[in-house]
């Protein structure tokens, strides 16, 4: 029994050694509590961070204890109230993903390219569904199939234009590339044969258009009445929908693309940059979190120096100043001054961009 005892007295020894000398990171990671020199809150709990989760899939808002503004932001966009027989009733809008909702809207080309593109479908699905099988061969499963395909793209279509921060390009082409068969999304297409048959001759068009043209017979040849002719037309006015706003999105995409050469419009722009402050919060809680797993505490973050061009900081107060600066004096400054505060943004996190890169150097050489 004493051998065995020994043996298991040793077993433990070995693991308390072992996990010391190869530390883990016992405590939840990921909260939005802040943490930095300017806030003493503690870390998130489970139930802190459901709730904060719940939050940001709800109002489209990422949650922050000191933003009362931002949320009270989110809420009044995703929640529509309306009188109704002496009573409000609340309806919920869901926003397509977690942005700063009190920074940036959907303006300028988007928002010109999206109620184009809401009124076309408005327009087009009707005659989408109320086209009528002109071949006698037609398949009712083969026709319903591709009118829901078409159906679909459309609606789609709609809502990613709707995107807040913008549409993503390569979905928006894949979406016309379906529809009309179409590879270029270029202003040099405008001036090709490819592109002048596309828009003049819409009986010839390719994709699942030219699908539904084919399964329902939608041809001039097969018109035998006056109603006949009507389910045509009906589907050449929806082709030219489709390629009309086609003609627009190759028109605006340059002022919406990610790194295009047209000028930005402010709303798009602020949408994105509110996305990137808030990876940057995220970024600093998550650094909190690594130097923490090696022992690196808030007590040593306190005194350790970063220097540069001859003026030092400590840890604790760099990560502190790039948390406060992201996740409250930026999005403030935005608000309250649009372009001008953008620059001075800008310039803020230049400084401390080459402040974190002097501390990566110093702590590489140590």
């Known amino acids: 029994m ?47 961070k459901t709730a904060q989760g719940a939050i940001r899939d709800l109002l489209g ?7 009362a503004r931002g949320f009270l932001a ?33 303006t300028g080309a988007q928002a010109s390219i999206y109620e184009r593109a809401r009124l076309a479908v ?30 679909s793209a459309l609606t789609e279509l709609v809502l990613e234009l709707s995107a807040v921060g913008g549409p993503r390009i390569q979905r928006v082409n894949e979406y016309f590339t379906r529809l009309l068969g ?21 009986e010839d068009v390719k994709g699942v258009l030219g699908d539904l043209r084919d399964r329902f017979g939608l041809q001039r040849k097969l018109v035998l009445t006056v109603a006949g002719e009507r389910t045509v037309t009906n589907f050449l006015i929806l082709v030219d929908h489709t390629t009309s706003l086609f003609q627009t999105w190759v028109a605006q995409k ?32 998550e650094a909190y979190d690594a130097m923490d797993s090696v022992f690196f505490g808030a007590e040593e973050r306190d005194v350790v120096e970063v220097e540069l061009n001859g003026e030092r900081i400590t840890v604790a107060e760099l990560l502190g100043w790039i948390e406060h600066f992201a996740a409250q004096e930026a999005p403030q400054l935005i608000r309250n001054s649009g372009k001008d505060g953008v620059i001075v943004v800008k310039a803020t996190l230049e400084k401390l961009h080459d402040l974190v890169v002097a501390a990566l150097k110093q702590s590489q050489c140590h």
Do not use: C
């Not at 002496?86 to 309806?91: F, S």
């Open 61 to 67: 808002w990422r949650y922050r204890a000191d933003d």
């Open 254 to 285: 340059p002022f919406i693309e990610r790194g295009g050469t047209g000028d930005k419009f402010l709303g798009t722009q602020l949408v994105r940059l509110s996305q990137l402050l808030n990876v940057i919060v995220e970024s600093v809680h």
């Open 2 to 48: 004493a051998d065995i005892a020994k043996a298991e007295i040793r077993r433990l020894t070995g693991a308390v050694e072992e996990a010391v000398t190869y530390p883990f990171l016992t405590k939840e990671s990921g909260g939005y509590a802040s943490r930095g020199a300017d806030s003493g809150a503690a870390p998130g709990t489970s139930l802190t």
């Open 182 to 202: 179409v590879s270029r999304f270029d202003l040099d297409f405008f001036g090709e044969e490819a592109f002048r048959t596309l828009v003049g001759r819409p």
């Open 74 to 106: 989110a809420l009044n966009k995703a929640m529509v109230l309306k009188q109704v027989d002496g009573h409000i009733e609340a309806t919920w809008t869901a926003r397509t993903f977690a942005v700063d909702a009190d920074l940036g809207e959907v």
């Open 122 to 151: 408005e327009h087009a699905v009707p005659l989408l569904d109320s086209l009528t099988a002109l071949r006698p061969d037609a398949d009712d499963e083969s026709t319903e199939s591709v009118r829901g395909i078409v159906r």
